[in-house]
């Protein structure tokens, strides 16, 4: 499974804002960039295609910034991916395919499927608990 920088990157913009649900303090593009290395001109472009699929939403002014509409535990990778990425389109199958092409693009769509039941039940709050657990412990002297 090939994930795009643009998906990549939308994913950890939503976990960011995700850790920040229920503050009531937006989070700046800046502060998002800066704290996983994204560029932010490219994370201005993916948090308005967020934006736009009803996933964040924009705060104007001096504090202003972005946050996440939904609880986190109703945000799925998959709505995350389809926001930035779109809808897979299903493997084409040619009315003159080979039996073997037919049976490779049955392959293709049952691995679509699977990828896309996988990320369908993954949640942000999922996500954001998978990171507390692998945090690396904190020592005090």
């Given amino acids: 499974m090939k994930i795009s920088a643009r998906t990549e990157y939308a994913c950890i913009a939503v976990l960011d804002l995700a850790a920040r649900y229920g503050s009531g303090e937006p989070a700046r593009v800046r502060d998002i960039a800066d704290a996983h290395r994204i560029p932010a001109r490219f994370l201005v472009q993916i948090l308005l295609q967020l934006k736009t699929a009803g ?19 109703e945000v799925t990778l998959a709505a995350v991916m389809a926001a930035v990425e779109g809808h897979p389109a299903p493997a084409g199958q040619a009315a003159t395919a080979s039996s073997q092409t037919r049976a490779l693009h049955h392959v293709w769509r049952a691995a679509a499927e699977a990828q896309q039941e996988l990320l369908a039940g993954v949640t942000l709050a999922d996500l954001l608990d998978r990171a507390q657990e692998t945090a690396e412990p904190m020592y005090y002297i």
């Fill in 55 to 73: 996933l964040v939403n924009s705060v104007r002014g001096a504090a202003g910034g972005y946050q996440l509409i939904r609880p986190p535990e």
